[in-house]
């Protein structure tokens, strides 16, 4: 006879422990949706200073419970086995966070193009973007304290603390003192798609958003300016190029 299910109690072992699994997802996505709900109503510069307040409270409640549960110390807010954690570990982990992350990304594309079409994939690959970018802005702006104009400078910095950064290469090159060259001289995902000898993904409709929407997000003054990505051509030393410019 199948066991009937009728309350968390009637789980076993293994159930229980998928259970607390997704309970950790639903916690995931009810922030996320919590967040594009205040940024539809009042926008994304005000969502982003509420998120301010809601992240620190958020984490702390959050943190300490878990602390307490799972018997580990905390350390100024940091569970104490990652402040006990040797750099090259924590170094490879920031490694398997970033793949994991554009895995995800990957995953997701690839469930929309399944269901609906290619077209569809972009269009929502395009979209998260716009989302993505100036949080992603924000919480490494957050990070590093920068100042609200943080300039080329500031946009060096935070463009080596992006996800990309730890599972890309790339290089930033100054043109002068209002201008920089960031090239992405190894693409993850372009690099891929070039050893199962398919052409390169044409992510210049996403670049043209990811790209300007986080210098923007660094400093508002910063223009941005693709010199190539693909479909365009380009030289085997980089898939994509962007010139980011901050006017006189």
Request: net charge negative.
């Amino acid at each position: 006879m199948v066991h009937e299910i009728e309350r968390p109690e009637d789980l076993n072992q293994e159930q229980m422990a998928r259970f607390v699994l997704d309970m950790f997802h639903r916690i995931f996505v009810h922030y996320t949706i919590w967040f594009r709900e205040v940024e539809h109503q009042v926008g994304m510069k005000k969502a982003l200073e509420i998120m301010e307040t809601a992240l620190s409270d958020s984490y702390s409640v959050q943190m300490n419970r878990m602390s307490k549960f799972f018997g580990f110390e905390l350390v100024n807010g940091i569970p104490k086995p990652l402040l006990e954690m040797p750099q090259d570990r924590l170094l490879a982990l920031m490694n398997n966070l970033g793949v994991n992350w554009i895995a995800n990304d990957g995953i997701w594309f690839q469930a929309v193009e399944k269901s609906r079409d290619m077209f569809d994939a972009k269009r929502c690959n395009d979209s998260a973007w716009t989302d993505f970018s100036p949080i992603e802005a924000w919480s490494i702006k957050r990070f590093l304290n920068l100042p609200e104009h943080a300039g080329l400078e500031g946009l060096k910095k935070a463009l080596r603390f992006r996800m990309y950064a730890f599972i890309n290469v790339q290089s930033i090159i100054d043109e002068g003192p209002n201008s920089v060259v960031f090239q992405m001289n190894d693409c993850r995902v372009q690099s891929a798609r070039k050893r199962r000898g398919l052409d390169d993904y044409p992510c210049k409709s996403a670049g043209l958003v990811e790209y300007s929407y986080f210098a923007e997000s660094i400093d508002s003054r910063i223009k941005t300016e693709c010199i190539g990505c693909p479909p365009d051509d380009h030289p085997d030393e980089w898939f994509c190029a962007w010139r980011f410019t901050l006017p006189k």
